[in-house]
């Protein structure tokens, strides 16, 4: 195992380095440029501030000085916010849409993994019914749907809660609730319908009927023995779903005004802010091989039958 677990992590060495290549090279060739507008530079002015940035300098030559930039933590200055470089931006954002991303995971994982069981243990009732009509729901109705509509009840009709904001901002705690419960809703239905089909599965198997047969109780039956091989197909969705519940959270930032990494990525690719794209690229794949890589090594927690070698 821990021969597997220092493979996987010095595995993660060349994987970045394909994606940073890629994000680095592909950048810049699409159309426009950082320092380009409705109103065209002097070539003396542009070529200055080109000269300044190094992106005069042949473009490998450019890569490598970045390459080994990432390589000390340094992901280069912003070519459109002057004031501060990539790394500031990604470390005063980063932390807001970790806490969005982690509650709402949460709130996913507990109420979906919840409704998952109690629809597959009463298969074809209303429990069942209800539980996956709300599955349909949050897998149909979009994010900008979703927010507009709980900000109206909750904030302007019952006014519970503000309509707006960020805790981490001055702002009350109770901003965090809407924000997240609107990022998790989509991810809730699908959690709650693979809990459902994995369970109803994993009950059918012959090491469940042996305990039924043994006469056990159904509680023991489904905590202590199903669950277990249910929860495999959720333990696999996690991991990108958690990178995807962090880097799709753009339109819950946008609405709810949480100062998220999101907000900067929309802004770098309109401004043709190279560095600014490629950093927020390392974080997000940073995220998600790393959950991909504790997904792995869950997996064989939760799972006898999987070793690595």
Request: overall charge positive; aromatic content about 12%; hydrophobic content about 50%.
């Amino acid at each position: 195992m821990a021969k597997y677990v220092l493979k996987r992590l010095l595995g993660i060495i060349p994987t970045m380095l394909i994606i940073v290549t890629l994000s680095f090279f592909i950048v810049r060739v699409a159309p426009g440029g950082p320092f380009d507008g409705e109103k065209k530079l002097p070539d003396v002015v542009k070529k200055n501030i080109e000269a300044k940035y190094h992106m005069n300098e042949p473009l490998l030559k450019q890569y490598g000085r970045y390459i080994l930039g990432v390589i000390q933590g340094d992901l280069g200055p912003s070519y459109k916010y002057k004031d501060h470089d990539v790394n500031f931006f990604i470390g005063s954002s980063l932390p807001n849409s970790m806490i969005l991303g982690v509650i709402a995971i949460t709130l996913a994982v507990v109420f979906g993994v919840t409704f998952g069981i109690l629809a597959s243990v009463n298969q074809n009732s209303w429990v069942d019914y209800l539980s996956m009509g709300l599955a349909v729901i949050g897998i149909s109705i979009p994010l900008f749907v979703i927010c507009p509509v709980l900000q109206l009840v909750f904030a302007m009709k019952l006014q519970w809660l503000p309509t707006s904001g960020w805790f981490r901002s001055g702002d009350p705690w109770t901003t965090v609730i809407m924000p997240s419960v609107a990022l998790s809703f989509s991810y809730f239905a699908n959690i709650a319908r693979l809990m459902r089909s994995s369970m109803l599965e994993t009950l059918r198997s012959d090491y469940i009927r042996t305990a039924k047969a043994k006469g056990m109780k159904r509680s023991t039956i489904i905590f202590k023995h199903a669950m277990k091989g249910a929860l495999l197909p959720i333990v696999s969705y996690l991991g990108p779903a958690f990178a995807g519940i962090v880097t799709g959270s753009v339109v819950v930032e946008q609405v709810f005004r949480v100062p998220g990494l999101g907000k900067f990525f929309v802004q770098s690719s309109f401004n043709r802010d190279y560095t600014l794209i490629v950093g927020v690229v390392i974080v997000y794949s940073v995220i998600l091989v790393v959950m991909n890589f504790i997904v792995d090594v869950i997996y064989s927690f939760l799972d006898p039958r999987i070793s690595y070698q």
